[in-house]
DNA sequence: TCTGGGGTCCTAGGACCC
DNA sequence: TCTGGGGTCCTAGGACCC
């Protein structure tokens, strides 16, 4: 029988400062931007068990953690470090499976080959009680045989939990979850489905077919079948990245055209130059706003050919980014808090060579 | 207590083509 | 003489995930 282990490390970037630092274990730590240092604007990105316990989470607005939990250590966050330690723990987990695919920084799944759920539960524990004698981190495994349904398991006793799901009890399982359990569905599609009725998931499998669809399209469909115990099979997306963005929140909002220009040229520069280096050339250009309010604009152009060079990408976030001030302006002219530059239609280098050298006409920067 | 930075996928309307 | 149907591409926005 063929087996999904679903690896989740437990407060993954806590984890990787407290394994370096050993005065820290038992403590209320929060890798984050420390609000003692000065005011910032940033969000908590990983805290520990202890921190959780005064309500800390991720992605808290530091200033708001740091109120809950006065007495809690902060870590700047080393993202080379957390990357290094991805790749050890990949690395370990190819010991027990030929096939381990990297879903993010702290989750991958592994194809394991089991006879029944037993074993499949035994192996997963010598899986990871590895992970903790060799890496001294911790981890949480879901085992089932769809990657959906191992993944939601994963999720159901954190820190160190172990649940495995045997595909005949798969429905049963399910049932009284939370339909919010389920990928996919955040918080605009729960409170979407409890405006409907549907709380867990067996309100998801007994809800009228037609009627769910009418609300949710396509992903009802998908929804109902998991629902019932027959999820969809995982397909490995193969291929690189299809874009690559960067961003930057100003420390105070900015209200001057001139000062986003100049840091969308860089920013653009940088983002060709990090994604030239990784052989790959955008064919589009994308600049976003998040405006003071917290909404967001955003603009984009596909050029028709592969972006050599970086002025060619600043000549475009300049004239995107001029057409969005030029629409605020006539309207709310509102100041903006967050920009953001991106590369899209990514494509291989290599792929480009391949074609006809300069047949496409050279790119005509706009102004 | 105001909300980061990096991604993915889906939908919907208009342009354009046959 | 007011009017088809299908398909694809592009753009903008939204939801979601870690």
């Known amino acids: ?66 109120a809950l939990a006065p007495e809690a250590i902060w870590v700047r966050p080393d993202f080379q470090k957390y990357e290094r330690t991805a790749h050890e723990v990949r690395a370990l987990l190819r010991k027990f499976s030929s096939v381990v695919v990297p879903l993010s ?29 060799e890496l001294q981190l911790s981890a949480s495994l879901g085992i089932a045989p769809h990657r959906t349904v191992a993944k939601i398991a994963s999720d159901l006793r954190k820190p160190g939990g172990l649940v495995v799901v045997p595909p005949e009890t798969t ?51 998908e929804l109902q079948e998991l629902a019932n115990g027959r999820p969809k099979p995982s397909v490995l997306t193969e291929g690189g990245p299809q874009l690559r963005s960067t961003d930057r929140t100003f420390a105070e909002d900015v209200g001057e055209l001139d000062r ?5 040229r860089r920013m653009g520069e940088e983002l060709f130059a990090a994604v030239a280096e990784e052989h790959l050339r955008g064919e589009s250009v994308g600049v976003a ?19 050599e060079a970086a002025p060619e990408v600043t000549a ?14 006539q309207g709310r002219r509102r100041k903006v808090r967050t920009l953001s530059v991106r590369l899209e239609r990514l494509r291989p280098t290599r792929a480009r060579q391949a074609r006809l050298e300069g047949y496409e006409a050279p790119s005509e920067p706009p102004r």
């Open 105 to 133: 920084i702290d989750e991958a799944a592994l194809e394991v080959e089991a006879p029944d759920a037993e074993s499949a539960g035994r192996f997963g524990g010598e899986v990871q009680s590895a992970i903790r004698t």
């Open 289 to 307: 706003l998040r405006w003071a309010d917290f909404s967001r604009s955003q603009r984009s152009r596909t050029v028709g050919h592969a972006i």
């Open 171 to 221: 429905a049963a399982f399910l049932a009284p979850l939370p339909a919010r359990a389920i990928p996919g569905i955040g918080p605009k599609t729960e409170e979407r489905m409890t405006a409907l009725g549907i709380r867990t998931v067996a309100d998801l499998a007994a809800y009228p077919r037609a009627k769910l669809r009418k609300e949710f399209g396509a992903f009802a469909d």
């Open 1 to 66: 029988m063929r087996w999904t282990f679903y690896v989740d490390l437990d407060a993954y970037y806590v984890a990787c400062e407290v394994r370096d630092r050993p005065e820290l274990v038992g403590r209320a730590v929060i890798v984050g931007p420390d609000p003692k240092l000065g005011p910032t604007r940033g969000v908590v990105l990983s805290a520990s068990y202890e921190a959780r316990k005064f309500g800390v989470r991720s992605a808290m607005p530091a200033s708001r953690a740091a």
């Open 260 to 264: 986003l220009l100049a840091e969308a």
């Open 316 to 329: 475009w976030t300049d004239r995107l980014l001029r057409g969005l001030w030029a629409v605020e302006q």
